[in-house]
C-alpha cells in the first residue's frame, strides 16, 4: 500500500505530476514552464507527460465509468483523449468530493488512491498467458 501523495516509483509528489499533466492538457503552457515553476527538471515532467498520454484513453474510460458510478455527470469523449481524460478525472474528482471523508485529499491524491499509485506506471503485465507450464503469446491482430 502507497500512501495517497506518492505514485509508484516516484520521489514527486502526485499534486506535482497532476500539475503538469492538467497545464500542459489544458493548453495553457508546454512542459517546460510548469516544470520551472515546481522546480523540477524539464524532462522528469516531460516524462510524466508523455507517460500519462500514453494510458490516456485507458484512464478517462475508467474515469468515466468511476464519475458516473460515484453519480456525477456522464463524460463523453471529446477531442484528445488526454483531455478527455483530465475531465472524467475531474468529474470523478467532484463526484468523489460529495462523499464524506473525501474532500481533504485533493484531487491528484484521489486519483493515486483509485488506481494504486499507477498513474503513470510502466505497464508490468506480462503479455505471455500463463497456463500451469506452458506460456502462450496473445495473437497479435
Not at 44 to 68: C, H, M
Not at 98 to 110: E, I, Q, S, T
Request: charged letters at 20%.
Amino acid at each position: 500500500m502507497l500512501p495517497a501523495f506518492v505514485l509508484v516509483g516516484r520521489l514527486d509528489v502526485a499534486e506535482s505530476v497532476g500539475e503538469v499533466i492538467a497545464e500542459v492538457t489544458a493548453g495553457r503552457c508546454g512542459v517546460r514552464p510548469v516544470a520551472e515553476r515546481l522546480g523540477v527538471p524539464h524532462t522528469t515532467a516531460r516524462g510524466w507527460w508523455r507517460r500519462f498520454a500514453a494510458r490516456a484513453a485507458e484512464w478517462a474510460t475508467a474515469f468515466a465509468a468511476l464519475a458516473v458510478e460515484l453519480g456525477g455527470e456522464p463524460v463523453r469523449p471529446a477531442g484528445r483523449p488526454e483531455g478527455w481524460a483530465v475531465e472524467a478525472i475531474t468529474v470523478a474528482w467532484r463526484a468523489a468530493a460529495g462523499l464524506p471523508g473525501w474532500m481533504w485529499l485533493g484531487c491528484w491524491r484521489f486519483v493515486s488512491m483509485v488506481v494504486g499509485g499507477k498513474l503513470i506506471a510502466t505497464n508490468t503485465n506480462s503479455p505471455w498467458l500463463i497456463v500451469g507450464n506452458r506460456r502462450f503469446m496473445p495473437p497479435v491482430p
